[in-house]
């Protein structure tokens, strides 16, 4: 998942009015699929001219936030996943304003990785660290969840925290990047998630604890598994 000027091409390009423009198009339907929808039916919803609701369609279409089909005789439009990921930004800072405490609860599907969790973690940079920081070493591999839906306006709200800091270093004439670590429990298990500093932002969560989780848990692919997590 790329961060939000990734999406529309610099911070602050993405106006207010836009996420107006793109609600008012989500709660007709046009989160998940196209939906007909007239510059004049548009612009009475949105209290603005046929004109300015036109302009609008322009605007959102330009920074790829949504797509819109022009095959049938009526105007169908669809936010995109870069308009998705707009909006679950501005839930996430709703959230944070109105909802998010101390502790967050965030669900996510299990996946299989590709090893480099096992190759990071055998690493003495970071196992110093883990131990000092976090009370134990953990076991050589992480367990990756994939989030979806709302869940993943509390994976952005985690990015924006500043978590206990994992520091960089270098080893074997290569450089290890920085990381941020919250803790957590999942079923009672002391763990913690792990975020790189110097990555896009992804829809994984990797989770590092002493103990095997696929194992203890009986984790396979496409089990939901919840984090509880202290920010």
């Given at each position: 998942m790329k961060r939000l000027w990734d999406v529309v091409g610099m911070p602050g390009a993405l106006k207010p009015y836009h996420i107006d423009t793109l609600k008012h198009i989500a709660l007709r339907g046009g989160a998940k699929d196209f939906v007909s929808m007239s510059s004049r039916e548009f612009?009475?919803?949105l209290g603005v001219s046929q004109q300015s609701a036109s302009q609008r369609i322009l605007e959102l279409l330009n920074e790829?936030?949504?797509q819109r089909d022009l095959a049938t005789r009526r105007q169908r439009v669809?936010?995109?996943a870069k308009g998705l990921e707009a909006l679950q930004r501005e839930y996430a800072d709703y959230l944070r304003i109105f909802e998010t405490r101390d502790r967050m609860a965030i669900t996510g599907k299990a996946m299989s990785g590709l090893g480099e969790g096992a190759f990071y973690m055998k690493q003495k940079g970071y196992k110093d660290q883990f131990r000092r920081k976090l009370g134990f070493e953990p076991y050589e591999g992480t367990l990756n969840l994939k989030v979806s839906g709302a869940d993943?306006?509390?994976l952005m709200i985690l990015h924006g925290e500043r978590g206990t800091p994992i520091d960089g270093f270098e080893?074997?004439?290569?450089t290890f990047g920085g990381a941020k670590v919250f803790k957590a429990?999942?079923?009672g298990v002391d763990c913690a998630v792990i975020l790189p500093i110097r990555t896009?932002?992804?829809d994984v969560?990797?989770?590092i604890s002493k103990e095997f989780l696929r194992a203890k848990f009986n984790i396979v692919d496409g089990d939901a598994v919840e984090l509880h997590m202290d920010l």
């Amino acid at each position: 998942m790329k961060r939000l000027w990734d999406v529309v091409g610099m911070p602050g390009a993405l106006k207010p009015y836009h996420i107006d423009t793109l609600k008012h198009i989500a709660l007709r339907g046009g989160a998940k699929d196209f939906v007909s929808m007239s510059s004049r039916e548009f612009g009475e919803a949105l209290g603005v001219s046929q004109q300015s609701a036109s302009q609008r369609i322009l605007e959102l279409l330009n920074e790829g936030l949504i797509q819109r089909d022009l095959a049938t005789r009526r105007q169908r439009v669809k936010i995109s996943a870069k308009g998705l990921e707009a909006l679950q930004r501005e839930y996430a800072d709703y959230l944070r304003i109105f909802e998010t405490r101390d502790r967050m609860a965030i669900t996510g599907k299990a996946m299989s990785g590709l090893g480099e969790g096992a190759f990071y973690m055998k690493q003495k940079g970071y196992k110093d660290q883990f131990r000092r920081k976090l009370g134990f070493e953990p076991y050589e591999g992480t367990l990756n969840l994939k989030v979806s839906g709302a869940d993943l306006s509390k994976l952005m709200i985690l990015h924006g925290e500043r978590g206990t800091p994992i520091d960089g270093f270098e080893a074997g004439g290569r450089t290890f990047g920085g990381a941020k670590v919250f803790k957590a429990r999942l079923k009672g298990v002391d763990c913690a998630v792990i975020l790189p500093i110097r990555t896009h932002h992804t829809d994984v969560l990797e989770v590092i604890s002493k103990e095997f989780l696929r194992a203890k848990f009986n984790i396979v692919d496409g089990d939901a598994v919840e984090l509880h997590m202290d920010l």
